[in-house]
């Protein structure tokens, strides 16, 4: 069956970094696109950035220049390397594909 795992995620300081991983199985990764979504207590789930299996990838206006997304087809894994990390970038991070989803990452930004 379809899996995504996220993993990477954990505790940073204001201004850190941390490189989020989804490794998946069960699906013809390579042309399939990929999406990091997030989610806050309260909030909607929104969109962190969207891997097309070919072209430009797509990412929430807020997030260009510091997050970046990529795909290694070879090992069925997205990454997302976050740079620059902000108090309000804590959040479950959260690997999706088509309608199938991980359990997410939680990423907590604190000083």
């Known amino acids: 069956q379809v899996q995504l795992v996220e993993s990477g995620g954990g505790l940073v300081k204001p201004g850190g970094s941390l490189r989020l991983s989804c490794t998946t199985s069960g699906f013809t990764f390579g042309i399939n696109p990929i999406n990091w979504y997030r989610q806050t207590p309260g909030k909607e789930r929104e969109l962190v950035v969207s891997?097309?299996?070919?072209?430009?990838?797509i990412y929430a206006d807020a997030l260009k220049g510091r997050f970046t997304a990529s795909r290694d087809n070879s090992k069925n894994t997205a990454y997302l390397q976050m740079n620059s990390l902000k108090l309000e970038d804590t959040a479950v991070y959260y690997c999706?594909?088509?309608?199938?989803w991980g359990k997410g990452t939680l990423v907590t930004v604190s000083a």
């Open positions: 891997i097309p299996r070919a072209g430009d990838t």
């Open positions: 999706h594909t088509n309608n199938y």
